[in-house]
Nanobody, 121 residues
Framework: QVPLVESGGGLVQAGGSLRLSCAAS???????MAWYRQAPGQERELVAR???????YYLDSAEGRFTISRDNARNTLFLQMNSLKPEDTAMYYC????????????????WGQGTQVTVSS
């Protein structure tokens, strides 16, 4: 197993910013990594994903406001969230796929425990 540990969540006013981090014990066996979120009563949704070559995907509502990045030397994944809105309030989860797994169609191999983001209006 590759434990993923998120940090950086918290309470922020609308329009503010937060930076989430996800520390992985070994990133060398991981291809794509992503951030998901789940609000109360809603399904978990993919917010942003980045593969080993740096190619990214964003949820439409996150495009232009959120930036996903990774630092392989530090085994860390980041999500910079700007211009936050109350509808961004959710538990945010870090996830990762092994090499050889089709991350477009397959659920992640690894999950973190989540970090809460709350945006007040």
């Amino acid at each position: 197993q590759v434990p993923l540990v998120e940090s950086g969540g918290g309470l922020v006013q609308a329009g503010g910013s937060l930076r989430l981090s996800c520390a992985a014990s070994s990133i060398f066996s991981i291809n794509a990594m992503a951030w998901y979120r789940q609000a109360p009563g809603q399904e978990r949704e993919l917010v942003a994903r980045i593969n080993s070559r740096g190619s990214t995907y964003y949820l439409d509502s996150a495009e232009g406001r959120f930036t996903i990045s990774r630092d392989n030397a530090r085994n860390t994944l980041f999500l910079q969230m700007n211009s936050l809105k109350p509808e961004d309030t959710a538990m945010y989860y870090c996830a990762a796929w092994n090499y050889g797994v089709n991350y477009y169609y397959t659920a992640p191999n690894y999950w973190g425990q989540g970090t809460q983001v709350t945006v007040s209006s």
